[in-house]
């Protein structure tokens, strides 16, 4: 089994060597039709898969990218408008959270997934753009989960989010103490327990993409029965060392994949 997604601050620091940042790009998954955009989407649902493998001062990770596809290809499998976003920096993944958040509006159900470098700081987790910056002692310019749910808590809506990242905490530069923020109606599924690491797995997946992607698309599952069963296989393929978590704040059942009459 390779970890993925393990890091030591204070090593990286020593040992870092200059990189040339990837190319963010909207992927096109050539083995399915055009994908409409995001304002040609479903009243039923929405995603958008973002694969982080490539940083620029961050060791490169395998899989991501690969995940990131695999499961947006399994939403448009359900019905659900996705693209794929792959190795953005934080600023193009601002601006696709922006887009996203637009033209998303008649979607009932909208789906955040990412995959890549990330850690655990104060309450949250917090992923890694491939701009994040390694300073002595700390990380700089991660992305707090909060950062997605907020861009999805426009409307009234169901909001879940796939957190295929580390949760072994590491230190962010402080900020000023401001107002709580609560998500009603919210489902976060991480792929890891506290303080745990995520895996490549010995395929072309991550284990935590392969549960995800080959339970959605089952008929009649609630986004809870969903969780359980990918819980299940990820600790089966990784002999207990990843187990994925879930939180949820949900109002209603949902049902990703309605059975069909």
């Given at each position: 089994?390779?970890?993925r997604r393990k890091?030591?601050?204070?090593?990286?620091?020593?040992?870092?060597?200059?990189?040339?940042q990837?190319?963010?790009?909207?992927?096109?998954?050539?083995?399915l039709?055009?994908?409409?955009?995001?304002?040609?989407?479903?009243?039923?649902?929405?995603?958008l898969?973002?694969?982080?493998?490539?940083?620029?001062?961050?060791?490169?990770?395998?899989?991501?990218?690969?995940?990131?596809?695999?499961?947006?290809r399994?939403?448009?499998?359900?019905?659900?408008?996705?693209h794929?976003?792959?190795?953005p920096?934080l600023?193009?993944?601002?601006?696709a959270?922006?887009?996203f958040?637009?033209?998303?509006?008649?979607?009932?159900?909208a789906?955040?997934?990412?995959?890549?470098?990330?850690?655990?700081?104060?309450a949250?987790?917090?992923?890694?753009?491939s701009?994040?910056?390694?300073?002595?002692?700390?990380?700089v310019?991660s992305?707090?989960?909060?950062?997605?749910?907020?861009?999805?808590s426009?409307?009234?809506?169901q909001?879940?989010?796939?957190?295929d990242?580390?949760?072994?905490?590491?230190?962010?530069?402080?900020?000023?103490?401001?107002?709580?923020t609560s998500f009603?109606g919210?489902?976060?599924?991480?792929?890891?327990q506290?303080?745990?690491?995520?895996?490549?797995g010995?395929?072309?997946?991550?284990?935590?993409?392969?549960?995800?992607?080959?339970?959605?698309?089952?008929?009649?599952?609630?986004?809870?029965?969903?969780?359980?069963?990918?819980?299940?296989d990820v600790?089966?393929?990784?002999s207990?060392a990843?187990?994925p978590?879930?939180?949820?704040?949900?109002?209603?059942p949902?049902?990703?994949?309605?059975?069909?009459?």
């Open positions: 089994m390779i970890s890091f030591n601050v204070g090593a990286l620091v020593a040992a870092l060597t200059p990189a040339t990837s190319q963010a790009v909207f992927a096109q998954d050539k083995r039709p055009k994908r409409p955009g995001f304002g040609a989407a479903a009243p039923r649902g929405a995603a898969c973002i694969g982080i493998s490539g940083y620029s001062q961050l060791p490169s990770l395998r899989t991501p990218n690969a995940d990131a596809i695999l499961v947006a399994s939403f448009e499998q359900i019905g659900f408008v996705a794929t976003l792959l190795d920096d600023e193009t993944i601002l601006l959270l922006a887009r958040r637009l033209n998303v509006t008649n979607a009932s159900t789906v955040i997934y990412l995959a890549g470098h990330g850690g655990f700081s104060g949250h987790v917090h992923a890694f753009p701009s994040v910056t390694i300073r002595p002692g700390t990380v310019g992305l707090p989960e909060t950062a997605l749910l907020t861009a999805i426009d409307k009234p809506r909001k879940i989010l796939l957190l990242c580390c949760r072994t905490q590491f230190s962010a530069p402080k900020v000023a103490a401001g107002k709580t009603a919210s489902f976060t599924c991480y792929s890891a506290p303080g745990a690491e995520a895996y490549d010995v395929g072309e997946n991550g284990p935590f993409a392969s549960a995800v992607a080959n339970t959605l698309v089952r008929p009649g599952l609630t986004i809870e029965e969903i969780a359980r069963i990918a819980r299940l600790v089966r393929e990784t207990g990843q187990i978590w879930s939180r949820s704040s949900l109002l209603s949902v049902i990703l994949n309605p059975r069909t009459v």
